[in-house]
């Protein structure tokens, strides 16, 4: 059993990133050459320089729906709700899976109305894992996507403050990858490793010879989830719908003479769960539900070099990177927290909108 205090660190608090870097590319990035054993200290703009003609980006191209909705109830109580999946739509309208607050006022059968009143939500039921059912009906005839999209707001992680509404603007923009997909409004949490890239340095990236491959995970709260139990072993790791089109399918499977660098962990976490199912492409585009947890001592089968954002302690994501700096060993996880005190030391942005890094 592998001790979940073996992924805790000391974070000083003025080292989580509150706001982006001034340019997306500008945050720093730390190299880490695995086989050598070495760490290079650059700039996210640099990253042309360590990859070659022939590696393929597998990347998620999700996009963030401003799902948080603040609404009130007939009384003029305050509700906030969260957007987390739709389950349902007919004609009486949609159901969604939601969060809301405050949880234990809002019972079967209570109504409020969100997203400056152009919803109306009734609360169907509670279910086991501290989410409810909430029918919309929205009172123009748009959809819950349409009105989320008009008066919502970005769910940024608890770890990034706003005092105000004066940010955002800038977090609709820069919660947000340049290459999301906005008919794939599917997340509640950005695939944070993607946020650096520019429109500028895809195309420097695209002149060298490096493809592209797109697939969309489902991002979602268990992202931010840490590890509660003793073991990392028993940590009920949560499940996030994945698509992967037929064409990024053949690009996993295909001959070539590059490398397969994953930007983010949301992409390993699709690639691998899909390769563990199928040994070669599965003929369609591929839905279905990731439920693979990654940690020492995994070996991995589609990703060659990860792009990656500095994770929370006790986090499932600290297991994944640790995984693959010492894939089938769990070396990683010693290694993982001497290169995070370099990190701290040096005074790297943690978190979403902080730096990066890119294993090799």
């Not at 000083?12 to 001034?22: F, G, K, N, V």
């Not at 109830?73 to 009486?92: H, S």
């Not at 028993?234 to 994945?242: K, W």
């Amino acid at each position: 059993m592998i001790p979940t205090s073996l992924f805790d660190y000391h974070l000083p608090a003025e080292l989580i990133a509150q706001r982006p870097a001034a340019r997306r590319d500008g945050s720093r990035l730390l190299v880490v050459d695995r086989s050598r054993r070495t760490l290079e200290h650059r700039m996210f703009s640099d990253l042309p320089e360590f990859l070659k003609p022939g590696d393929i980006l597998f990347r998620n191209t999700a996009s963030v729906l401003p799902a948080r909705l603040i609404g009130r109830r007939p009384t003029g109580g305050r509700v906030e709700c969260l957007l987390l999946r739709r389950e349902e739509a007919d004609g009486a309208g949609e159901v969604w899976r939601c969060l809301l607050r405050p949880g234990r006022r809002l019972q079967a059968g209570a109504v409020f109305h969100a997203a400056a009143d152009a919803l109306a939500g009734t609360v169907e039921s509670a279910l086991g894992d501290g989410c409810v059912l909430v029918r919309f009906v929205a009172r123009d005839g748009k959809s819950v996507v349409e009105a989320a999209n008009r008066a919502g707001e970005v769910p940024l992680p608890p770890y990034i403050g706003r005092s105000d509404a004066s940010h955002r603007q800038e977090d609709r923009e820069r919660y947000q990858t340049v290459y999301a997909d906005p008919g794939r409004q599917v997340a509640v949490a950005a695939p944070t490793a993607g946020l650096h890239f520019t429109p500028e340095l895809l195309g420097r990236i695209r002149e060298m010879g490096v493809g592209t491959a797109d697939l969309t995970l489902h991002v979602g709260l268990g992202t931010f989830r840490p590890i509660a139990t003793e073991a990392v072993e028993s940590h009920p790791i949560h499940s996030e719908f994945y698509e992967i089109p037929l064409e990024t399918q053949r690009a996993l499977f295909a001959p070539f003479s590059g490398r397969r660098v994953a930007v983010g962990t949301t992409t390993v976490r699709s690639v691998e769960d899909f390769l563990s199912r199928h040994e070669g492409p599965a003929g369609s585009d591929f839905l279905s539900e990731a439920s693979t947890f990654i940690y020492p001592p995994r070996v991995f089968r589609g990703v060659d070099a990860l792009i990656t954002n500095f994770h929370q302690p006790r986090s499932t994501l600290l297991c994944l990177v640790a995984a693959f700096l010492a894939p089938g060993s769990t070396e990683g996880i010693p290694w993982l927290m001497d290169i995070y005190a370099e990190a701290v030391s040096l005074r790297y942005r943690f978190f979403s909108y902080g730096d990066s890094m890119l294993l090799l």
